[in-house]
């Protein structure tokens, strides 16, 4: 065989070599396609460069057909082929939406605190009291002074109806408003309500809806008094220790109120003229004859500065409760160094009211005297049921 037949018949066996890998590179794609989807597959351009690949190597291979050995040999007879990946489609950029603020309304108010007067704070009654409010204005629009805080409803306490602002108040800005009020005679619970009125004459008020008021809530007690003094001296307590005597001589503690000669008694919850009826009264009926006379004198006695004494004096009621025709003069006396010496007297006639005495003993300080309770008819003692209520004598 000549060089040129040599040739041909080299060429020819490489081409068909070329179809043979080719047909086996087509086989092994598909087969690679069925058992493994997720592997790439190998375009034309790659499998050009395979076969050019292969050819060269055949194209190195000694005629004997043993290719060289080494490891470029080993190599180059099987080339690296590493699939392409498949790219992953690009994350969409998000851009986010602004959310819009709400504008808020031109006129809202919230209620910051009580300044003065928390809810349920205790007054006497008729007591004044100032009531102070600390609201924030929280809407759009300025309030000027030009607007008012004003009565709304509920317990009035002589408050104003309405009262302007102090001060200009800006959005977010604070206000303290006051108001004078009085607290209600009568014990109890009161609570009144406030709003807001603007220069325009819009009401508003504090909370989401800006219509609810703001109040004012007290409670009105009757004070607590505290309880007199203890009396230094009880006439009423101490009568039975007196001497007791009339025109006709000494009598005998206790009554009877039947007694001619006049009689003292101690009564208690019995009907006065006036229509009490008192726990000590002491009833001091003079004798039963014209212008008769009953006195009482009691244990001595040291008068300190301050001492006074107090009582009151009138005439016992009816049985129908009705006044009679009594009519006589009280005496308060003292007896010092055998004389007696008047404190003062008055008179009195059954008319539907007691008198209230109360003396002043500061000029008998550091004296020790002899008490004298004296009730003497001014004319007839028909009907003279005299009494002294709870007759005392009691430190400053």
């Not at 068909?16 to 080719?22: F, G, H, R, S, T």
């Not at 050995?69 to 590493?82: H, K, L």
Request: with cysteine; aromatic share 8%.
């Amino acid at each position: 065989m000549d060089t040129k037949q040599k040739i041909l018949w080299l060429a020819g066996g490489l081409v068909a070599v070329l179809l043979l890998c080719a047909l086996a590179i087509g086989g092994l794609v598909l087969a690679r396609r069925a058992t493994a989807p997720a592997a790439p597959d190998l375009n034309d351009e790659q499998l050009a460069t395979w076969a050019a690949a292969t050819l060269q190597a055949l194209q190195s291979t000694p005629a004997g057909g043993t290719p060289p050995a080494g490891p470029t040999a080993a190599a180059s007879a099987t080339p690296a082929m590493a699939p392409s990946p498949t790219a992953a489609p690009p994350t969409p950029a998000f851009t986010a939406t602004p959310i819009p603020t709400p504008t808020p309304p031109c006129l809202a108010a919230r209620f910051e605190r009580d300044v003065t007067v928390p809810d349920g704070t205790s007054f006497a009654p008729g007591e004044a009291f100032t009531k102070t409010w600390r609201l924030r204005n929280v809407g759009s629009c300025t309030w000027t002074t030009a607007f008012t805080v004003y009565f709304d409803r509920g317990d009035h306490m002589e408050g104003p109806a309405d009262i302007n602002l102090p001060h200009a108040v800006d959005p977010g800005e604070t206000v303290d408003v006051s108001v004078t009020l009085r607290a209600p005679d009568t014990p109890g619970t009161y609570k009144g309500y406030w709003k807001l009125r603007s220069d325009r004459g819009e009401a508003f008020g504090i909370g989401s809806s800006r219509d609810v008021a703001f109040w004012v809530e007290i409670k009105v007690v009757a004070p607590t008094l505290p309880p007199p003094p203890a009396p230094i001296l009880n006439f009423y307590d101490e009568a039975p220790a007196a001497e007791w005597v009339s025109g006709a001589g000494l009598l005998p503690f206790g009554g009877p109120d039947n007694d001619p000669r006049g009689f003292v008694i101690q009564r208690s919850g019995i009907l006065l003229e006036d229509g009490s009826r008192p726990a000590k009264v002491l009833q001091t009926h003079p004798e039963w004859v014209d212008d008769g006379v009953i006195s009482g004198r009691y244990p001595a006695f040291t008068v300190v500065a301050g001492h006074r004494f107090r009582a009151q004096i009138g005439f016992i009621a009816l049985s129908d409760g009705s006044c009679g025709v009594g009519d006589v003069i009280f005496q308060l006396n003292y007896k010092e160094g055998g004389a007696l010496h008047p404190l003062g007297q008055w008179r009195e006639t059954c008319d539907g009211a007691l008198r209230s005495l109360d003396i002043d003993l500061s000029s008998l300080a550091g004296h020790t005297v002899e008490f004298v309770l004296a009730v003497m008819a001014n004319g007839s003692s028909a009907q003279d049921w005299a009494v002294w209520v709870n007759p005392r004598i009691e430190a400053p």
